[in-house]
């Protein structure tokens, strides 16, 4: 019996998608749950430069880039109906054929790295707003976002894992909840240091005794369009074809299609339930 012995699940349209992920929206608030559903404004699904930082750094990553695009119609089209996010831990809950959790395991950064980050930032950052806003000299994104070295988690540092029966190591609903941490970094960038179990302060101007003195002068500040950041990130994203589904057209930042097509699979497209 291979994978593929069972019944195709029924068409179901965008529209009955998102009508049904409002409906158990609803039904958990009436529950008395706080949810924080993500809601994705606009085209992009990532907007800020942690946003955008936070989805590139998993685009980077073979062995995810080819998963996550099974995540970007379910984030665009509102099925991630909750998203928390905690020291450690993103937990989603993600409507498909059902309600599915995710949860999602970052390791702390070592203090080591963190320490090394601090000292290589030392002096550049003025306040926690510029830090927030990602108002940030290009020598201090290049740090943070260094990959493996800096502030976004690697695929060793990331443990998956979705109540679904979709045996892939990154299934839809993690690849949406993944997409939604970057859509919610937009709103709340101070969660990228909570998750991280690191002390955003520790990167300000003059906040270790140890840090060097800085050099550099108010000026060398640079505000970065978001045009720039995107091109700075290198957010060009994986060729795709135009008659796919659900993944979004090439750009400089992960989009939601204006058709993006329903997240259920296709009648006899694709072995997947969801
Ligand atoms: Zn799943």
């Not at 400089?252 to 006899?268: D, E, L, Q, Y």
Request: aromatic fraction near 6%.
């Amino acid at each position: 019996m291979s994978d593929y012995d069972f019944e195709w699940p029924a068409y179901v349209s965008v529209g009955e998608q998102r009508q049904r992920a409002q409906k158990e929206l609803a039904r958990l608030r009436k529950r008395g749950r706080e949810v924080a559903p993500v809601v994705i404004e606009g085209r992009k699904i990532a907007k800020s430069f942690w946003g955008q930082s936070w989805c590139s750094n998993l685009e980077s990553y073979s062995d995810f880039a080819s998963r996550l695009p099974r995540g970007r119609s379910y984030v665009c089209n509102g099925l991630v109906i909750d998203l928390q996010i905690d020291k450690g831990k993103i937990a989603a809950v993600v409507s498909g054929s059902e309600l599915y959790d995710v949860t999602i395991a970052i390791a702390p950064v070592a203090s080591k790295r963190w320490r090394a980050i601090c000292a290589a930032c030392s002096g550049s950052i003025n306040s926690l707003v510029e830090l927030l806003q990602g108002r940030l000299a290009q020598s201090v994104m290049d740090r943070v976002c260094q990959k493996g070295e800096g502030l976004f988690p690697a695929p060793g540092e990331i443990k998956l894992s979705c109540s679904c029966p979709d045996a892939a190591r990154m299934c839809k609903h993690v690849a949406a909840a993944l997409y939604g941490v970057g859509a919610r970094l937009d709103e709340a960038p101070r969660l990228i240091f909570v998750l991280r179990g690191v002390d955003e302060g520790e990167l300000l101007v003059g906040a270790g005794q140890d840090l060097a003195i800085s050099k550099s002068a108010p000026g060398a500040t640079k505000v970065l369009a978001d045009d720039d950041v995107a091109a700075l990130f290198g957010l060009e994203m994986a060729e795709t074809d135009n008659s796919s589904v659900a993944v979004a057209p090439a750009g400089k930042s992960p989009r939601c299609g204006r058709k993006a097509s329903a997240p259920a699979a296709k009648k006899g497209r694709s072995p997947r339930r969801a």
